[in-house]
């Protein structure tokens, strides 16, 4: 191997690995899988390093590199075992109303407080890390790369109306999570 | 009528596509008649706005170490 394309390699790694990882644990809850996937898409990256034709930016390149790999363990985890998103739409018709019986919403005060609170970012954080992966990945793909919902249901293999469904129920979810924490 | 859930699921598919004034409309009275929903829809604008918040300096921060940015560079010279 010659050593410029050493040097490449090693740079490409020393410059890029760690936004990967972060894009990779936007969408994934185990840091172990986000590290072993960013090494895959490394690899695959520098073998086809001579086919990156600079249309794009290369941080884009390897970003949509590494979101195939996260879809392609999202569809293979699939048919291993139940997923949240499957088994939620099994369910019965009876607990179609559940949000119903919720006590209603934040309450107006605390939402001005909390609204401009450092604090707030980190709890919504450790929520977000309570949904279910492909849940947590359908928000960093709406909110982080602010795709179309075309697109998402795409990636995401699910019709349109499941994906209201889905952020329909992750907002509860989530509001349920902070009025917990802004007890 | 179109029940709570159909009404809610209508909320977030407004985010994404624009409604039909028909649509519309029957979200607006369903608003006016149901305290969960007009909840809900208060809190999903703010759950929303959080969000956006939250993803608008990109995704938190992640870092390899050192030495797991050395096996990485080993890992890459090996397989090729």
């Known amino acids: 191997m010659s050593s410029t394309k050493n040097k490449d390699q090693t740079e490409l790694i020393e410059d890029h690995s760690d936004y990967l990882l972060s894009f990779a644990m936007s969408k994934l809850k185990d840091i172990d899988l986000a590290k072993d996937l960013v090494q895959d898409t490394l690899i695959s990256a520098i073998t086809k390093l001579d086919t990156f034709e600079h249309r794009s930016k290369l941080r884009t390149w390897l970003t949509s590199i590494l979101n195939r790999k996260i879809i392609d363990h999202w569809r293979k985890a699939e048919t291993r075992y139940t997923d949240p998103i499957s088994s939620f739409f099994d369910q019965d018709d009876s607990k179609r109303h559940w949000f119903l019986e919720k006590q ?80 | 009528m179109r029940n709570c859930e159909e009404i809610s699921n209508d909320i977030e598919r407004g985010r994404y596509k624009k409604l039909s004034v028909k649509e519309l409309i029957a979200i607006k009275m369903h608003l006016l008649i149901c305290r969960p929903c007009a909840d809900y829809k208060k809190d999903s604008d703010l759950i929303d706005l959080l969000l956006q918040k939250k993803y608008e300096n990109g995704a938190p921060k ?14 890459c010279n090996k397989d090729i």
């Not at chain 1, 179309?148 to 992750?170: A, G, K």
């Not at chain 2, 992640?62 to 890992?75: P, R, T, V």
Request: hydrophobic content about 35%; glycine content about 4%.
């Open chain 1, 104 to 183: 209603g919403g934040f309450d107006d005060e605390t939402v001005v407080t909390k609204m401009e609170g450092a604090e707030t970012m980190v709890e919504l954080q450790d929520c977000l890390e309570t949904l279910p992966e492909k849940w947590k990945g359908i928000v960093a793909a709406k909110y982080l790369e602010e795709k179309e919902s075309e697109q998402i249901c795409n990636d995401f293999d699910i019709t349109p109306s499941n994906l209201w469904v889905i952020i329909h129920r992750t907002k509860l979810l989530l509001r349920d999570c902070l009025k917990n924490k802004w007890i």
């Open chain 2, 62 to 75: 992640y870092e390899f170490s050192e030495e797991e940015k050395l096996n990485l560079k080993n890992a």
